[in-house]
């Protein structure tokens, strides 16, 4: 019931941030603000993979790209019912963030990204909110692997 509640959490806090954003863009405020000298806001649309990789149009590829995404997460919720308590805490934070950029590549055929992490004008990839949850989860599952296989060695 826990592993639900983030999974939902973390859809509904990812939602929240994009409607809210597409919102002011609708309203014609133009998202391009920044809140530190490292951190903006810039909206743009990702129709690729995690941090804009293979970005596409909506053609058949597309589609097929969205169709894997789907069996992906269909595969880790099977995880998450088999998986051991720490594990499945990272797999629901990675199930949260899947969920809410799955809803946009459906609903709007893209992904609305809008956090840009810059030095100067060295830029990191935009990304949203479900992209930080599912690398957070990621990165836990790699340290857990990594904790687990120096306890045997």
Same mark, same amino acid.
Request: no cysteine; aromatic share 18%.
């Given at each position: 019931?826990?592993? %639900?509640?983030?999974?939902?959490?973390? *859809?509904?806090?990812?939602?929240?941030?994009?409607?809210?954003?597409?919102?002011?863009?609708?309203?014609?405020?133009?998202?391009?603000?920044?809140?530190?000298?490292?951190?903006? *806001?810039?909206? &743009? #649309?990702?129709?690729?993979?995690?941090? $804009?990789?293979?970005?596409?149009?909506?053609? &058949?590829?597309?589609? %097929?790209?969205?169709?894997? %995404? &789907?069996? &992906?997460?269909?595969? /880790?919720?099977? *995880? /998450?019912?088999?998986?051991?308590?720490?594990?499945?805490?990272?797999?629901?934070?990675?199930?949260? $963030?899947?969920? $809410?950029?799955? *809803?946009?590549?459906?609903?709007?055929?893209?992904?609305?990204? !809008?956090?840009?992490?810059?030095?100067?004008?060295?830029? #990191? !990839?935009? !990304?949203?909110?479900?992209?930080?949850?599912?690398?957070? $989860?990621?990165?836990?599952?790699? !340290?857990?692997?990594?904790?687990?296989?120096?306890?045997?060695?």
């Amino acid at each position: 019931m826990k592993k %639900i509640i983030i999974i939902l959490s973390i *859809f509904f806090f990812d939602r929240a941030t994009k409607i809210y954003l597409l919102n002011l863009q609708t309203s014609g405020t133009d998202i391009d603000f920044y809140i530190y000298p490292f951190l903006n *806001f810039y909206l &743009v #649309w990702n129709t690729g993979i995690g941090f $804009g990789l293979a970005s596409m149009e909506a053609n &058949v590829y597309y589609h %097929i790209l969205t169709s894997i %995404i &789907v069996i &992906v997460n269909i595969g /880790l919720i099977f *995880f /998450l019912m088999k998986s051991k308590a720490i594990y499945s805490y990272f797999i629901a934070l990675i199930i949260g $963030g899947s969920l $809410g950029n799955l *809803f946009d590549r459906i609903y709007y055929h893209a992904v609305p990204d !809008f956090i840009d992490l810059h030095i100067g004008s060295y830029h #990191w !990839f935009i !990304f949203n909110i479900a992209d930080i949850f599912i690398t957070a $989860g990621i990165i836990g599952l790699v !340290f857990i692997e990594i904790l687990k296989k120096e306890k045997i060695s």
